[in-house]
């Protein structure tokens, strides 16, 4: 859940609560969250959508999702479809405000028409590369377009014949006459309308002329009472031509026009080892480096979703990161932290061995099976025990044995012990290989004495290992997941990325043993592996006869492997 002080102390509360005392808009906060629907949302979104919701909630206001669809091109109902769901996901709740800027395609056309009547647009012939030409540096001023004197009637009469679809793609544009010398490049005649003959997801093919997002987008927001307009960082240069398309919209339309709706910008969301571009992340799907939207490694809402991450994880970790008037880039681990630190007191704790190597009791009773009992959570008595089989032949992990340790090893090796959780302390006396050096097997002994909770031995035992009943265990597969990037900072590499991606993303372990109270999970289970990580049952997969764990994050961070590989 949203930490309320945190969110108190941001500059935009602050500013809000201002408003609100002074009775600014009557006292009402109204705020939303508009993406665009051409691509899935990432945990960037997630910032905006929650600072927005979030701020209408603790002033009793209102909230609005609204679709951003005026480019038919890259537009798609799936996107629409997976951002509803991921949103409702993370407990945003837009009641039964849900909009799209489709919806008034024919008041922003009137509008438009209101802007020509008023000499205040025009339309314009010339190329994109010309109007790009024409409208100069930050250094030198931009040369006023050769149509911008047009009549105000050969100007409605284009535009008509634009909306009835009498030109072709890109032969003209619906041009802003404010001022071709000013400082902000963003003022001098901006591109109100395009020509896009295009199949829209929502009209079909009832417009082909679609409004820019610097008109769209303030415009909508007069239209719905949107008292404060929050946005990224990128968008301050743009906040002039904001306050000029409202300022036009009460003066031109104040039949329809709610709000003299406001501008305010935050830092973006940037972290390390992840690219937050919904350009670049299509690309990473188009081009299969990974295996959808939804691929754990992504950044998207779906991506962690299904890598088993919660919502108050993620609310978590916005709370951390606050809200900031700069750009700057947040260490990933400060988002793992808020994972683990959700999980740590709810994910039932399982035995489960990854790299198994088998261990032979030799003194064990043959055919003996004794039940061990073993914490579901550590420091919780209320979340109960469960028991585990334990026989005289175990797997522990690979990496619990060295037969040729270094000081301070406290795990097994030979003529040493180690205890196995919640049983007995076994001593290596026999290692046991293949035909090329590999060690297969252990030959072990017990100490009765040694019985966990009744040690009567009078030895301290230092190392603790967990394991699995050979002859017991459940078969699963796991997925290990790591950084899809090995650069900090892969948006700073440009286009293509291949460079920078982590070949050891992804590892999939296969039939690795598992204790068997393991079975008795429900697909969506979140739950511990034993000094391995937090792990995830994946419910979208088919598991058949077998269970598949996502790894949502490891018990510690593997930046020094990361490190490593950026030095050679």
Known sequence: MTNEAEMQS??????????????????????????????????????????????????????????????????????????????????????????????????????????????????CDLSPDEIREYRGTLTEPGTPSPFRDRSVDENLALFERMQKGEFPDGARVLRAKID????????????????????????????????????????T??????????????????????????????????????ARSEQTEFARLNMSHMVLSKRKLRRLVEEGHVSGWDDP???????????????DAIADFQDRVGVARADSLVDLRMFLFSIRNDLEATALRKMVVL???????????????E??????????????????????????????????PPK????????????????????????????????????????????????????????????????????VDVRLYDTLFVEQDPETVGEDLRDVLNPESLMTLTRVPAEPSISALTPGSRVQFMRKGYFFLDPEEDHGDGLIFNRIVPLKDTWAKIKKKQSQ
Request: charged letters at 30%; glycine letters at 6%; aromatic letters at 12%.
């Open 10 to 123: 941001n500059f935009i509360y602050q500013m809000i609560l201002k408003d609100v005392e002074a009775g600014k808009h009557g006292g009402r906060v109204h705020t939303r969250f508009p993406p665009e629907p051409n691509g899935y949302l990432h945990i960037g979104h997630a910032k905006a959508a929650l600072l927005n919701y979030n701020l209408a909630r603790q002033f009793d206001g209102k909230f609005n999702l609204r679709f951003d669809d005026t480019n038919p091109i890259a537009e798609e109902e799936e996107y629409v479809e997976s951002i509803i769901e991921d949103l409702r996901w993370l407990g945003v709740d837009w009641e039964d405000r849900l909009f799209f800027t489709s919806d008034y395609f024919e008041t922003k056309f009137a509008f438009a028409k209101r802007l020509i009547e008023a000499g205040q647009a025009y339309v």
């Open 221 to 258: 927001d007069a239209l719905e009472g949107i008292t404060h307009s929050l946005c990224s960082i990128e968008y301050s240069d743009h906040r002039p031509l904001y306050d000029w398309v409202v300022e036009n919209a009460v003066k031109l339309m104040p039949d329809v026009v709610k």
């Open 371 to 404: 039940w061990v009992e073993l914490e579901n959570i550590p420091r919780d008595e209320s979340a109960g025990m469960r028991t585990a089989p334990f026989s005289g032949e175990v797997y522990i992990e690979r990496e619990d044995f060295m037969e040729d």
């Open 355 to 369: 790299e198994p190597l088998k261990v032979v009791i030799t003194n064990w009773p043959e055919g003996e099976v």
């Open 180 to 219: 071709m010398t000013s400082g902000n490049l963003n003022l001098r005649d901006p591109v109100l309308y395009r020509i896009l003959h295009a199949e829209h997801h929502r009209t079909g093919d009832a417009w082909c002329i679609y409004p820019m997002y610097d008109f769209d987008h303030p415009f």
């Open 408 to 475: 301070k090893f406290h795990r097994l090796s030979p003529g040493d012990e180690i205890r196995l959780k919640g049983a007995y302390a076994i001593h290596c006396h026999d290692v046991i290989k293949d035909d090329e050096g590999n060690v297969v097997e252990l030959h072990c002994t017990y100490d009765p004495k040694t019985r966990s909770g009744n040690d009567t031995s009078g030895r301290k035992i230092r190392g603790v290992a967990h394991w699995v009943s050979a002859p017991h265990a459940v078969e």
């Open 297 to 311: 490694r992504m950044p998207t809402i779906s991506g962690l979703r299904r890598r088993g991450v919660t919502p």
